[in-house]
Every structure is written in structure tokens, then in C-alpha cells.
């Protein structure tokens, strides 16, 4: 692992916890990393593999390092200022423009919602009927309910399972056959193409991986780390926990976003290997559709996996979704911003989180198309990603708010690199875009 740098600042010998188990220093990260696979990547990722077969499987390994040097960088901008992204924003920049960026987040974030609770609808109907509408409603209230009255401590700790389900993905590309050497050979070596679906398809999947929401969700939530342990503090009033708790931010957003890109890699690798080239893959245009597609191929377990990993790792994604968002706009107002504190405590925060979650539920009710919903989101996302990727550069390198915790060489490389790649494709997919419109 990377040495940690922070100049001037004595760090101690770290303390090692026999007891203490790899799952249990996992958190912000992981649960960030299983976000990313949300119901509306799925859509994204499975309509790829089915448009293009194992033809984008490189763009998992490619997106790895830029993804975890992003999510790296916002961990440590939470630990050492004890501040989220938009907190440490409004102390830099004019206010009118640290609230336009949280504005298109929730624009954007809104719009994600929505499609992935139409995604989670759509899956469970598959497997027993019903009315999808309900099913949105259920799904919708049932996760603003958690989050709302269930305590952070034990809503952080069932996070952690429920990633599992996104193992599902994994679970059936093993129950159906394709050449293994094929998806190896396209996975390390680049196919590029100058198609505009191609290039559309490569902006859609590096704007799913790379997303403003998760920045600010991972910031947050080493905030809250610091906030629900009485014995943390933020690194700049404590620095003698930078080696433990920096070590802890590397190792949980590298394994987070691993963790991710694999799941993102099984999802292309099985949509490929089922759907490219057959009748069904050019009708691929939610997750649910995608699962539905697999039955026939996979076997009805397989089928049933599928679902069942869209509505966990959906479950998943709303609460980010919607958290974020408060997270965002509480901290821009200076208003309080933690899913530890009870309702009554941070009305205000609660009120933005419920929002977000019942405009994301009505959206299901006014025949918004679920594809122009990501679209938006995406086209959004695309807007929002590359200035918040140079401003967080900036401020995760300003010694006025990182005090003399220098970022290390690596992650500033890297997530320039990061920022620069994203400016590149959203550049790309206004270009697309506007090819697509023409005659």
C-alpha cells in the first residue's frame, strides 16, 4: 500500500486490534463502492453487454484507479476536516456557485431515485405479479422509513450485508457458458471505435462509475464516523490518528470500488454472453428488462438472482441517493446534517432526505420514461462531474483546508488524470448528443 503522506504532523505506530476483522474497518467505502451498482447502473452496464458484447469489459479495469483515487480523496476530505464536500466548498467559493453544483446533484440524484425505484418495482413484479406503482410506493417509503427512524450505527451495520446481493451477478454468469479466453483478451486489451453509440455507450458507463453523489456520500459519512465515535476526532484537531485512519480510508476505497467493478464487470460479462446478438439485446432498457431476459437462458434461479440483487443493491442505492443530497444542501445552509441525530434534531436535513425520496416516487406516477430519467441524470452527472472533480482537487490540496495533510503524490496524479479522462468523454457525449440530433 501507498505510503501515507502528511507533512509535519508526528503520526504514532498504529494500533492493531486482534478482534478486529477486515469487514469491521469496512465502511463509508464499501458501502459507497455497492452504491455505485445501483439499478440504474444496472440498466446502463446490461445494455451495454448486450449492445456490444464483451467489447467494453476493459472499461472496468480502466475506471478502477480513477474511481479510487476519487473516492479516496473525498474519504480524507471528511476525516481530516471533519466537513463534507459542500461544507468545505462553501468556505472557498462563492456561494452562488457552491449552490448551483449542489443543485444539479439534486437534480440529478432526484432523477437516478426515481429510475431506480421504477427498476426495483419492475424486478419484483417480474417474480410475483402485482402492481408496480405499489411496488414503488412500498419500496419508496419502506427505505425513507430506515432511514428516518432507524439509529446510523445499525442502519451502517445492515448496509454492510446487503451488498452481498450484488453477488448475484456473479452467481449467474457461472450457471450459463461462454469463451472465458474471449472476455479475458477483450478485458486487457482496448476496443475503441469512433461510433457514436460506441462513444455514447463509454461516456454512459465511465458517467455511472465515476458519479457527484458518491463524492459527496463518502465525505459524509467519515463525518459521521468522527461524529457517532467519541474517542475520533477530524485529523486536523487530531493528528496523531492520521496513520490508522488514513490507512483505513486507502484500504476501504480500494476494496469498495473493487468490489464494485468486479460486480459491474459480471453484469457486461453476462449480458454479453446471453444477450449479444440474439433478438432480445436491442430491447434492453432497464435492469429489469435485462433480468427478464436471462430467465429463458439462465434457468429461473439465475433469473431470480438477478431481481433479487436489483431490489438489494436498490435498497441500497436510495438511501445514498437521497442522503447525499441532504448531506449537500444542509451543509451549503449551515444547517445540522446527520442520519445519527434523531428528526427532531435536524428537521431541516430530514426534510431535504424526504423530499428527494417522495419526488423520486412521484416520478413513477407521471409516465416519465425510466431511460430518459438516466439520461437526464446522466447528461446531468456529466455537467456537475467535471468542475466538482477540479474544485475538489483544489481544495484537497489547499493547506488553509487541509491544514499540513499533504495529498499524496499518487492521488493527486491520478485524480487529475480522473479529471481530466472526465472532461474528455462529457466532452464526448455533448458531441454524441449533438450527432445523434442532427440530420
Known sequence: MPEISVNKVPLGPPRVDAHETLLSRLGPGL???????????????????????????????FSFPLMAAMQEICGRLGRITGMGVAGNLAKCYPKSLVRAVVFFLCLANIFNLGADISAMAA????????????YAVLFGILSLLLQ??????????????????????VATAFLIR???PDALRHTLIPTLSWDAAYLMALVAVLGTTISPYLFFWQ????????NINKNESALRKKPWQAYKQLRRIALD???????????????????????????????????????KALEPLAGHFAFLLFALGIVGTGMLAIPVLAGSAAYAVSETFGWRASLESKP???????YVLSAATIVGIFLNFIGIDPIQ???????????????????????????????????????????????????????????????????
Open 31 to 61: 458501502i459507497t463502492g455497492a452504491a455505485d451498482d445501483d439499478p440504474s447502473g444496472i440498466a446502463t452496464y446490461s445494455q451495454v453487454g448486450a449492445q456490444f458484447g464483451f467489447a467494453m469489459l476493459w472499461t472496468m479495469l
Open 123 to 134: 424486478a419484483i413484479k417480474l417474480v410475483v405479479g402485482g402492481n408496480v406503482l405499489l
Open 148 to 169: 428516518v427512524y432507524v439509529p446510523y450505527r445499525t442502519y451502517v451495520h445492515y448496509l454492510k450485508w446487503l451488498t452481498w446481493a450484488l453477488f448475484a451477478y
Open 178 to 180: 461462454f469463451s472465458w
Open 219 to 226: 465525505a459524509s459519512q467519515e463525518v459521521e464516523e468522527v
Open 253 to 291: 476505497t480500494r476494496v469498495g470500488m473493487a468490489f464494485s467493478n468486479v460486480v459491474a464487470f459480471f453484469i457486461i460479462l453476462t449480458t454479453a454472453a446471453t444477450l449479444h446478438g440474439s433478438d432480445m439485446g436491442d430491447r434492453i432498457k432497464t435492469a429489469a428488462d435485462a433480468a
Open 344 to 350: 427532531g434534531q435536524a428537521r431541516k436535513f430530514y
Open 373 to 439: 430519467a438516466l439520461f437526464f441524470s446522466a447528461l446531468i452527472n456529466g455537467i456537475v462531474s467535471v468542475p466538482l472533480m477540479f474544485l475538489l482537487m483544489l481544495i484537497s490540496t489547499n493547506p488553509k483546508i487541509v491544514g499540513n495533510f499533504a495529498l499524496p503524490l499518487y492521488l493527486r496524479v491520478v485524480g487529475w488524470t480522473a479529471t481530466a479522462i472526465m472532461a474528455a468523454v462529457s466532452l464526448a457525449f455533448f458531441v454524441a448528443s449533438l450527432r445523434q440530433l442532427g440530420p
